[in-house]
C-alpha cells in the first residue's frame, strides 16, 4: 500500500479558492509496489495486470491466428461503420455545443488549479505540445490526401467529381468541389476532434486541480458514484480508458510508419514493405523510449517545440512556393464553405453520401474519441492554471484554424497541380489515379522546387511526430495504470511504450490499416458513452467552483 499525499505525486494542491472533494481514497492506495532486479514497478491492482494481460493474449492470438484475425478485423469495421455512424455523429454534435456553450456561460471565469492558479508552461510551449499530441501524424498523412480525395472520390453531400477518367479536368465544377473538399476536410479536423479533447481534458484537470482527485478517467466519475468508483465500476472505466488509448494511438503509430515507408521509397528507392514498416517502428519506438525516460519537460516538451518549428517551416515553404493567392483563397472559402455545411455535414439522418459519411466521418470521429483520453489527460497535465474559458478557447478554437490553413496550403497546392498539369501532376498519377494514399504529400512535393529537401523534411518530421504520440500515449497510460501516480517508475513507462509499438506491429501484420481502423472504432464505440457522461460531471463540478 501506498500513503504518498498529492504533493509527492506532482499532482499540485490548489492556489486559492475551490471546492474539493472529501475522500478518504488516497493515490495509489490499491497499487502493488514491488521490485523485480533493479527494475521498480509501482502498479495499480488490478487496472495495470487487466490491461497489460489483455493486450499480450490480443498480440498472441492475432499473430497465431492471423488469416482469422484479418478477416474479424474487416468485418468488424464494416459493421461499426455503418452500423453506429448516426451514434457518432450525434455524439459528436453534442460536444460541440457543450464546449462552445461553456466559453460563453459564467463558469468559464473558473480557474483550473484554484483562482490564484498560474499556468506552468508559457502559451507557445503550451500550444505546441497540445497540438503535436493532438493531431500530428494525422495531418501530415491526410494533409494532401484528404482534401484531393473529397474532391475527386467520396463525393460529399453528393457533388460530382470536377475530374475525368483521362485527367482532364472540367472548370465548370473544380470551384465549386474544391471548396467543398476542403470543406469536408475541416469538417474532420476542425471543431469536432478538438471539442471531444476537450470534454476529457476539462473533467480531468476539473477534477484533478480543483476537487483533488487523482489524475485518471474514473476520477469525473465520482459525482455520480462516490467513493464507489474508486471500487470495480472505476477499474472498469480506466481499462477501457487504456484499451481506447492504446488502440488510437497505434492507429496513429501504423499510419505514420506507412507514410514514412512510402516517402522513403519515393524519394530515395528504398523498399516499401511491411517488414520496412516494421523496422521503422521499431526505430522510432527505440527513440521514443529516451523522450520517456526524460519526461515531459526534457522529453515531449523539447520534441513538440522541434516539430512546431519543422512544421512551420514546411508549411510556409509550400506556402510561398506553391500557388500563394489560390491558397489565401482556399483557406477562405473552405472555411465559408464549412461554416455554411457543417450543419448538413454534421446530420447523422437521411443521407445520400454513404461513402463520405461512413467511411470517412465514421471512423474519424471513433478514431478521435479513442486518442481523447490520450490527448485528454495529457492536455490536462500541462494546461493548469487557465481559466475554463482560456482553456477550451485554445484548445478547440485556435488548431481548429490552424488545421484550416494547413489543409488550404498542402490541400490547396496539390488541387492546383491537378487543375492546372492533369495527368501530368504526381498527385493525380500516384493518389487519383492509383490510390496509392501513404504518399499523397510526397507526389505534391514532386512538383515543387527542392523536392528532396521539403520531401526529407516530410519524412523527419513525420518521424517526429510518431515520437511524440508515443511518448505523450506512454506517459498516459502509465498514469492511468499507476493508479493516478504522474511519477511512477521508468520502467513501466518504457513498457508501456515498447507495448505500443508491438500493438502496431501487430495489428499491420494482422490486417493493415483495416485492422487498425476496427480496433479504434470498437473502442469508440465503448468510450463515446463515456464522453457524454463527462459533460453532465464537468457541470456538476464547476456549479460549486469559486468564480
Not at 453506429?84 to 461553456?102: G, M, Q
Not at 471531444?196 to 481534458?201: D, G, K, R, S
Not at 493548469?384 to 482553456?391: D, K
Not at 508491438?502 to 495489428?507: G, M
Request: glycine content about 8%.
Amino acid at each position: 500500500m501506498s500513503d504518498s499525499s498529492n504533493e509527492s505525486l506532482d499532482i499540485p494542491s490548489p492556489s486559492g479558492d475551490v471546492n474539493t472533494i472529501d475522500t478518504s481514497y488516497e493515490v495509489g492506495q490499491d497499487n502493488i509496489q514491488t521490485k523485480v532486479g533493479p527494475l521498480t514497478f509501482d502498479i495499480h491492482n488490478p487496472v495495470f495486470l487487466i490491461s497489460s494481460l489483455t493486450v499480450v493474449a490480443f498480440v498472441l492470438v492475432t499473430l497465431i491466428f492471423q488469416d482469422q484475425a484479418s478477416a474479424v478485423f474487416n468485418w468488424l469495421f464494416n459493421f461499426v461503420t455503418t452500423t453506429f455512424d448516426w451514434f457518432f455523429l450525434s455524439a459528436a454534435n453534442i460536444f460541440v455545443v457543450f464546449c462552445l456553450a461553456l466559453i460563453v456561460s459564467p463558469w468559464g471565469s473558473v480557474r483550473l488549479g484554484g483562482t490564484d492558479a498560474k499556468p506552468d508552461f508559457g502559451y507557445l510551449s503550451w500550444f505546441a505540445m497540445l497540438f503535436a499530441a493532438g493531431m500530428g501524424i494525422g495531418l501530415m498523412f491526410f494533409g494532401v490526401l484528404e482534401p484531393v480525395y473529397h474532391m475527386t472520390q467520396s463525393n460529399p453531400l453528393g457533388l460530382q467529381s470536377p475530374v475525368g477518367p483521362d485527367g482532364n479536368v472540367d472548370p465548370a465544377q473544380l470551384a465549386e468541389a474544391r471548396a467543398h473538399g476542403l470543406a469536408a476536410t475541416i469538417f474532420h479536423w476542425g471543431l469536432h476532434p478538438w471539442a471531444i479533447y476537450a470534454v476529457v481534458a476539462l473533467s480531468l484537470a476539473l477534477f484533478t486541480y480543483n476537487k483533488q482527485l487523482p489524475l485518471s478517467i474514473r476520477s469525473a466519475f465520482y459525482p455520480m458514484m462516490g467513493d464507489r468508483v474508486w471500487g470495480w465500476p472505476g477499474h472498469v472505466i480506466d481499462i477501457v480508458a487504456v484499451f481506447a488509448t492504446l488502440f488510437g494511438l497505434t492507429t496513429s503509430l501504423g499510419l505514420g510508419a506507412q507514410q514514412a515507408t512510402a516517402g522513403m521509397n519515393y524519394v530515395y528507392g528504398t523498399p516499401n514493405s511491411l517488414n520496412v514498416q516494421i523496422i521503422v517502428i521499431i526505430c522510432v519506438t527505440a527513440v521514443a523510449l529516451i523522450s520517456v525516460i526524460r519526461g515531459i519537460d526534457g522529453g515531449v516538451k523539447l520534441l513538440s517545440n522541434i516539430n512546431m518549428a519543422l512544421a512551420f517551416l514546411l508549411l510556409m515553404f509550400v506556402f510561398l512556393v506553391g500557388p500563394t493567392m489560390q491558397i489565401l483563397q482556399d483557406a477562405w472559402t473552405g472555411l465559408s464553405t464549412y461554416a455554411r455545411d457543417v450543419v448538413p455535414l454534421s446530420n447523422p439522418f437521411g443521407r445520400s453520401d454513404d461513402s463520405y459519411r461512413e467511411s470517412w466521418t465514421s471512423f474519424y470521429w471513433a478514431w478521435w474519441i479513442s486518442w481523447s483520453p490520450f490527448v485528454g489527460m495529457f492536455i490536462a497535465r500541462v494546461s493548469r492554471g487557465r481559466t475554463v474559458r482560456e482553456f477550451i478557447t485554445c484548445v478547440i478554437l485556435i488548431p481548429s484554424l490552424v488545421s484550416v490553413f494547413w489543409m488550404a496550403v498542402f490541400g490547396g497546392t496539390a488541387i492546383s497541380q491537378v487543375a492546372n498539369m492533369g495527368a501530368e501532376s504526381g498527385v493525380y498519377q500516384n493518389v487519383i489515379s492509383s490510390y496509392n494514399d501513404a504518399i499523397a504529400m510526397f507526389a505534391m512535393f514532386g512538383d515543387l522546387p527542392l523536392t528532396a529537401v521539403t520531401s526529407t523534411l516530410g519524412i523527419v518530421l513525420v518521424l517526429v511526430f510518431f515520437i511524440t504520440s508515443s511518448d505523450s500515449g506512454s506517459l498516459v497510460i502509465d498514469t492511468i495504470t499507476a493508479g493516478g501516480k504522474t511519477e511512477a517508475p521508468t520502467a513501466q513507462r518504457v513498457f508501456w511504450a515498447t507495448t505500443e509499438g508491438v500493438v502496431a506491429i501487430v495489428l499491420l501484420i494482422g490486417g493493415g490499416l483495416t485492422a487498425l481502423q476496427a480496433m479504434v472504432n470498437a473502442t469508440g464505440i465503448i468510450f463515446t458513452f463515456i464522453l457524454l457522461f463527462l459533460c453532465w460531471s464537468i457541470l456538476q463540478g464547476l456549479r460549486t467552483e469559486p468564480r
